[in-house]
């Protein structure tokens, strides 16, 4: 998933328990900052961070990160309650980590490629499966965001929004994340992706960001993670709590580009707060 510059990664910094760069798989757990060569990390030790969450990106506190060869084998570090994590040692892009959580099928990976940008430039993130299989929710939808009731800063006519999406078969073959387009609407150049993540019957929408172009110079904007559990036996209706913003924004030019609404060249009125996103079958 192609990752929306300055907007996408302020949004990303200000969500707590989801930090870091992230190269090597489509997550919500940080920005895209293309790879730099770059020498192997110094002999002297280096210091890396790293997040663990499950599937269906859950913040998995207390969860054990473990060093498997080299020098450093055996170093190990618990997670924090934003399962975040760090550690110093002599480590290369061969060093294997483990990461285990009680409850999750353990995994094993490697530093993810050197980010310039990230700081600092080395990352490992984890996603944990659970032993259960995931609820398949694949299938065409009709996906409508209804405003919360006190979103009244925003016009009327912009507090519900449908659009069209078709959704990934979701299962224990698939990676950890999977994206899919939205449409049934006219969207601002590639804005119209979302994540998905699922964990046994729990399923996550991570939105980052999803624009629509009402007219040349009018946007409205969704950013943020719609997530619950899921009846498996009736997956026909999925409501959906959206935590996050609805953003109705108008560029100054007439022909603007969404950029100008975090850029100071608009008008913008943003409502943080607990909204609805159902997806219906179709």
Not at 106 to 128: D, E, G, K, M, V
Not at 239 to 255: K, R
Request: with cysteine; aromatic share 10%; proline share 7%.
């Amino acid at each position: 998933m192609k990752y929306k510059t300055l907007a996408g990664i302020l949004f990303v910094a200000l969500v707590p328990g989801f930090v870091g760069c992230d190269n090597d798989r489509p997550s919500p757990t940080a920005p895209t900052a293309g790879n730099v060569a770059n020498p192997a990390p110094p002999a002297a030790g280096m210091f890396m961070k790293g997040t663990v969450s499950d599937t269906a990106y859950r913040p998995l506190a207390r969860a054990t990160v473990e060093v498997l060869d080299g020098p450093q084998a055996g170093l190990s570090t618990i997670a924090d309650a934003r399962g975040e994590f760090s550690m110093t040692g002599v480590f290369d892009e061969a060093t294997r980590f483990r990461a285990t959580a009680e409850g999750h099928v353990t995994s094993i990976r490697t530093l993810q490629p050197f980010c310039a940008r990230c700081n600092p430039s080395w990352w490992i993130n984890f996603a944990l499966d659970v032993p259960n299989s995931p609820v398949n929710i694949g299938g065409d939808y009709t996906l409508s965001f209804v405003a919360n009731a006190t979103c009244t800063m925003l016009p009327d006519d912009m507090r519900s929004r449908t659009f069209t999406a078709t959704i990934p078969v979701t299962s224990s073959a698939q990676p950890a994340d999977a994206v899919f387009r939205v449409g049934g609407a006219t969207f601002f150049e590639d804005w119209n992706a979302i994540s998905i993540g699922v964990a046994g019957d729990y399923v996550a929408l991570w939105l980052e960001t999803l624009v629509e172009q009402i007219a040349p110079n009018t946007f409205l904007a969704f950013a943020g993670q719609a997530a619950a559990v899921v009846d498996t036996s009736n997956t026909s209706t999925i409501v959906l709590p959206f935590h996050g913003s609805i953003e109705h924004c108008v560029t100054t030019a007439e022909h603007g580009r969404y950029p100008d609404c975090y850029q100071g060249r608009a008008t913008a009125r943003r409502c943080e707060s607990s909204h609805q996103l159902t997806l219906t079958r179709r």
